[in-house]
């Protein structure tokens, strides 16, 4: 038994804000810097009052209709966020209650950067378990909130977005291998270290990071970790149809690629246009390159994410 991906949707709001649009803001940066450093060229950010659920629900019903699967089928959801709606309940469970799905499991995974992958990791094993047979699995962020808009080091670097994937339980191969890992001693590098007290926000409540740190962390455990899906499947790396790693940073998707064999025509790239959206920048390439026709059924695809945690997780499918 396999859990075969069925159906993608995606949503981005509003309209794109180029890197000179953040020049005009006040930000004292220019397209130059970002394009060199990043690759990014555009993002798009949530208005006020859009939320994480929301626009994960928009990806969700787009998945769902590309999947032919009504919301009372599903008896799993599952939804990577760091920026979810509320402390609690839980974006899956504000996502389900819009659905109108009722009884299905819901919860979220905050694994940052890398939630999408942990995310289809749990749901491939519910359902190889023959617990659950109809799965739901967002990414959704409006990181735009939690970033520190003085700190051009970080503010031109994120969006907002979110994309979804359906999955069910099929003879047909689907998801091939997962792996997820963590690191905790490396919370350091890139976090939001505030907290809510007493009704006040104590702690820094902004996205913090050392970029060089983290871009060279990064590097090494995406290539690592996809050898790692590949050998558990007993393919190369150089045997996958499409890579879509995690969208941070043009220069580490192209060292990623570069360090595995994988040409820069079978790499998916949505960062010069989404910039990083966190959780939701796996599923929105994956949704894009599906619905342009680049991803054809029987294809392999590697997906990968890495992020705060430190955390990084893997997914190699047969489409
Ligand atoms: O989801 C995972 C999360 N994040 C990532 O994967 C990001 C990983 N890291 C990176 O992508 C890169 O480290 C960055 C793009 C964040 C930064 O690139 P860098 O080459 O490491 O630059 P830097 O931080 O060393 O900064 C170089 C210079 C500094 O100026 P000085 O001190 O050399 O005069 C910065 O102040 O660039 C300056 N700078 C900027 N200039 C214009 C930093 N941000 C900007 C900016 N516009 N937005």
């Given at each position: ?80 966020t760091s920026t979810p709606d509320f402390i609690f ?21 905050q694994a940052v950067c ?27 962020e409006v990181f735009s909130r939690i970033l520190d808009w003085q700190d051009?080091g970080t503010c031109?670097?994120f ?25 905790g001693s490396q919370s350091g590098i890139l976090n939001v270290p505030g907290q809510i007290c007493g009704g006040q926000v104590t702690g820094d409540p902004f996205l913090r990071m050392d970029g060089?740190s983290v ?63 966190s ?28 992020g705060g945690g430190f955390t ?8």
């Amino acid at each position: 038994m396999f859990a075969r991906l069925i159906g993608t949707g995606s949503c981005l709001p509003g309209k794109p804000v180029s890197n000179d649009d953040l020049a005009a803001r006040g930000i004292d940066t220019n397209d130059e810097w970002i394009v060199t450093r990043t690759g990014i060229r555009s993002r798009y950010l949530a208005e006020a009052g859009m939320t994480s659920s929301e626009l994960g629900l928009q990806a969700a019903q787009r998945a769902l209709e590309m999947a032919g699967v009504g919301p009372e089928e599903l008896d799993l959801i599952i939804v990577a966020t760091s920026t979810p709606d509320f402390i609690f309940p839980s974006t899956a469970c504000l996502i389900q209650g819009k659905l109108g799905n009722k009884g299905a499991t819901a919860f979220d995974v905050q694994a940052v950067c890398a939630g999408f992958a942990y995310a289809l990791g749990i749901a491939e094993k519910f359902i190889r378990s023959g617990s659950h047979s109809k799965a739901l699995v967002i990414g959704a962020e409006v990181f735009s909130r939690i970033l520190d808009w003085q700190d051009r080091g970080t503010c031109v670097l994120f969006g907002d977005g979110a994309g979804a994937v359906v999955l069910e339980a099929s003879a047909k191969p689907g998801i091939l291998a997962t792996a997820m890992h963590a690191d905790g001693s490396q919370s350091g590098i890139l976090n939001v270290p505030g907290q809510i007290c007493g009704g006040q926000v104590t702690g820094d409540p902004f996205l913090r990071m050392d970029g060089q740190s983290v871009f060279k962390f990064a590097v090494r455990v995406l290539s690592e970790i996809a050898e790692e899906v590949c050998t558990q499947a007993g393919i190369q790396t150089a045997d996958v149809d499409w890579l879509i790693p995690h969208q941070a940073n043009i220069r580490i998707i192209e060292a990623t690629g570069k360090k595995l064999g994988i040409g820069r025509d079978k790499v998916i790239v949505t960062v010069d246009r989404h910039g990083n959206t966190s959780a939701a920048s796996v599923p929105l390439a994956l949704d894009e390159a599906v619905r342009d026709g680049r991803i054809q059924r029987g294809q392999r695809v590697l997906l990968e994410g890495v992020g705060g945690g430190f955390t990084w997780g893997a997914a190699l499918l047969e489409f």
